[in-house]
């Protein structure tokens, strides 16, 4: 009777091994680097790969410049978006010769679980770039609304461990949670890194610019610019920029539903701009001068680009300054 039961156990066991191991053997592998859809660059190239951050799988946009890439960038989504709404945006970085990658993830308050995961990560050297291509020393964070949180949770755990190569952030319209001014502080380390935005009009999507506290706080001469708005209603701003120009012409109904304004092609085109330029800079430590202002307080201090933007002719300038007090 004893061997009896032993045999069934042993029958038991075996089937359930052989069942085991035939879903082992089933199961899908990770999918392989595949072309972003309707991309067309002659300085750079897109490919989408699905990666493993943590244990778990994550579709991922990568963005390669033609040549060996300075830096890499995360430019990150915004909540309720995907890495395709930054497809040209993430190309006009690119094509400064900076790689760039973004991880289509859930963006609410900044996702500072994947954040942490995410900067150990990059901190140990792990995250391994598809098609072959070597990971860049140098890093930049960036991202867009809620994922520009999520770029300074990044970019702190970065800081926390001493990365050498941690060049700094630029992000787009940056929507701030609970941690943003901890967050800038580590990722500034007192001024010694460049924390640069590209900011909207005040409005409800972005919080009324909630994110200009942080950047105050850190006491730098120079954190960024807001393109703003081409008239007033009824005493309110309204034309100009818009909450997803970062997204531009990679924008679609719910961008637009939720951030109740159209991007403008204009100031589009200036964000990406300002972006490329400031990237550019942090990958190679260069500092091209008109695109940034001396100091804040002063548009005598602005260089050609940024005054053109800043002072234009007309009774309504299309951007400022983003105050640094």
């Not at 053997?25 to 990666?51: F, L, M, R, W």
């Not at 800081?159 to 992000?171: E, H, M, P, R, T």
């Amino acid at each position: 009777m004893k061997n009896s039961k032993r045999r069934i156990v042993s029958a038991v066991v075996t089937a359930l091994g052989a069942l085991v191991a035939s879903l082992v053997v089933a199961a899908p592998a990770a999918q392989a680097a595949v072309t972003c859809k309707n991309y067309s660059s002659s300085g750079s190239s897109c490919v989408n790969e699905s990666i493993s951050i943590g244990g778990t799988s994550y579709s991922t946009d990568w963005y390669f410049p033609n040549g060996t890439a300075t830096a890499l960038m995360l430019v990150e989504h915004g909540f309720s978006r995907g890495c395709g709404n930054l497809r040209n945006t993430s190309k006009a970085i690119a094509e400064q010769g900076v790689m760039v990658f973004c991880v289509n993830a859930d963006m609410t308050g900044g996702n500072a679980g994947l954040a942490a995961t995410l900067g150990d990560a990059l901190a140990a050297r792990t995250l391994t770039p598809p098609s072959g291509r070597a990971l860049p020393v140098k890093y930049i964070v960036g991202g867009h609304s809620a994922g520009g949180h999520f770029a300074s949770a990044v970019g702190k755990r970065l800081a926390d461990a001493g990365y050498a190569g941690f060049k700094g952030a630029i992000l787009f319209d940056p929507v701030a949670s609970d941690g943003f001014t901890a967050n800038l502080q580590a990722v500034s380390a007192g001024g010694t890194r460049p924390v640069l935005s590209i900011a909207a009009r005040p409005s409800v999507i972005n919080l009324f610019n909630n994110s200009f506290g942080a950047l105050a706080d850190l006491g730098a001469d120079f954190v960024g610019i807001q393109l703003i708005w081409t008239k007033y209603v009824l005493g309110s701003p309204t034309g100009g920029s818009c909450h997803i120009d970062s997204e531009g012409e990679n924008t679609d109904v719910i961008g637009v539903a939720g951030a109740l304004c159209s991007p403008n092609s204009t100031q589009t085109a200036r964000l990406r701009a300002f972006a490329s330029v400031w990237a550019r800079d942090l990958a190679t430590g260069a500092h091209t001068s008109s695109y940034y202002c001396a100091d804040s307080d002063d548009l005598a201090t602005c260089g050609t680009y940024a005054n053109t933007v800043l002072a234009p002719s007309g009774s309504l300038p299309y951007a400022a300054v983003i105050p640094n007090s």
